[in-house]
């Protein structure tokens, strides 16, 4: 007899799983395929002599190996907090007394990933309202739609957010009551993922400035997602959106150590405001009782070092080049085709691409079997949309140029033209029966 059925809960029921890692699937199955689409980061570049020399020098010391090989506390090793905020006040300009911050305040997680995830858990509720760019971080979407939350989201221009339509917007939910429900702007304001855009300079100000004013019931946080500021191949840095935080009480800062260093370390930080700390370390002990040790106590040798900052200034020259060969590529290669256009991005690991109005890229689009077909893979833009907020662009995608190496980058971009091109035809009857099958 089987099994009577599991009974889960809602909260799993409304969990899906992300539709990358089905992509990442694929391109680890198929070594042929030039994947744009993962997020993996520069096999080459990983700092294996670095992260192997830190490991030889933390055992050679038994007191302190015994230390990293222990428990840790659920807010992260102490030294390590306490560097990641003087990195960030220092690429700020400030103190972190100039932003009212002190180690209490960060927290070391699991990968910036589990303080996204831990987040969402203590503020939001079924029904509650979080405003995100159009396109967001798929990944973090998903979050969103396990914990229940309304997502709205609002369109970006060459600048990043475009805080006028946020503005707009905040307006509009005030009008019509939703005002309490809004609990969060979440913006990947550096090289965002996915388009590979930045928030500039002038909005950053003007959005802590919106969500201040309009922050009457409740607080609206803004959630800095700075995952990728470290990895800048042009222009001046930007000052980040919690500097201008001073009391720290609207910006929640999240960062990693996965892209500037190494995933597979999956170490990452936030800075919160004071009265979030302690809810968030109650639910993240209950997951955890504290990140992977061992791993803290090598990034921080590797801060004290100097090798982590050796390593990140050696990783921006191989991502320029990266980011270089593929806008070039598509420069060259789509330069027939001026209704396709694409993200520049000054920082980062993503290019956005438009394709024609009316050219389908999603999972069972035509664009995608081409695109399989030739051996080529990118993620379908139109999964950083919520398709609450109208309709949602079918015609995007996400080129990656983090794990494709220089040439498999140019015969990436090769073999997506061949796509598109194929794509463009007038579908026969035998392809549109068959785009009618796939999309069962
Ligand atoms: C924008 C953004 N935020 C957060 C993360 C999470 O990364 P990690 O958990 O490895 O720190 C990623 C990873 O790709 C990302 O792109």
């Not at 990358?20 to 199955?29: D, F, H, T, V």
């Not at 960030?88 to 007394?97: Q, T, Y």
């Not at 079924?126 to 979407?141: N, R, S």
Request: net charge neutral.
């Amino acid at each position: 007899m089987p099994p009577a059925p599991l009974a889960l809960s809602s909260r799993s029921e409304r969990t899906t799983d992300s539709p990358i890692n089905g992509l990442i699937r694929l391109a680890l199955e198929n070594p042929a395929l030039v994947s744009l689409a993962a997020g993996l980061v520069d096999e080459e570049s990983l700092p294996v002599e670095e992260v192997a020399d830190a490991a030889a020098d933390l055992l050679s010391e038994p007191a302190a190996g015994r230390a990293a090989l222990q428990y840790g506390t659920v807010m992260g090793y102490a030294p390590l907090r306490e560097k990641v905020l003087h990195r960030l006040a220092a690429s700020d300009g400030l103190r972190p007394a100039d932003m009212n911050l002190t180690p209490d305040d960060v927290v070391v997680a699991t990968g910036s990933q589990q303080l996204l995830a831990l987040l969402g858990d203590i503020l939001l509720n079924p029904g509650d309202i979080v405003l995100a760019e159009a396109p967001t971080y798929f990944v973090f979407q998903n979050v969103l739609r396990g914990v229940g939350a309304r997502v709205l989201t609002v369109p970006m221009d060459e600048h990043g957010l475009d805080v006028d339509a946020l503005e707009s917007l905040l307006r509009r939910l005030d009008r019509s009551g939703d005002l309490p429900r809004v609990k969060l702007i979440y913006t990947c304001d550096y090289y965002q993922n996915p388009t590979g855009l930045t928030l500039s300079r002038e909005r950053r100000p003007r959005l802590l400035e919106l969500a201040r004013r309009y922050s009457r019931t409740n607080r609206i946080l803004i959630l800095e997602d700075a995952a990728h500021r470290e990895l800048r191949y042009e222009g001046d840095d930007l000052p980040s959106v919690k500097s201008f935080d001073r009391r720290n009480e609207h910006v929640v800062w999240t960062a990693t150590f996965s892209k500037p260093c190494a995933p597979g370390l999956k170490t990452g930080y936030g800075i919160l405001p004071r009265e979030l700390v302690g809810p968030l370390l109650r639910l993240k002990g209950d997951h955890d009782f504290g990140s992977n040790n061992l791993t803290q106590h090598l990034l921080d040798r590797l801060l004290a070092s100097g090798a982590y900052d050796a390593h990140v200034a050696r990783l921006r020259q191989v991502y320029r080049a990266k980011r270089d060969a593929l806008l070039e590529a598509l420069a060259e290669e789509f330069r027939d085709a001026p209704d396709v256009t694409w993200t520049r991005p000054a920082g980062g690991l993503y290019v956005w691409a438009m394709f024609p109005a009316g050219m389908e890229s999603g999972p069972s689009s035509r664009l995608m079997r081409a695109a399989l077909d030739e051996g080529v893979l990118y993620v379908p833009g139109e999964y950083g949309y919520s398709p609450a907020c109208g309709p949602v662009p079918r015609n995007e995608a996400r080129l990656s140029f983090g794990v494709a190496s220089l040439d498999q980058l140019r015969e990436g971009v090769r073999r997506l033209r061949r796509a598109v091109r194929s794509a463009s035809r007038p579908a026969g009857r035998n392809a549109a029966a068959a785009a009618c099958a796939a999309a069962q």
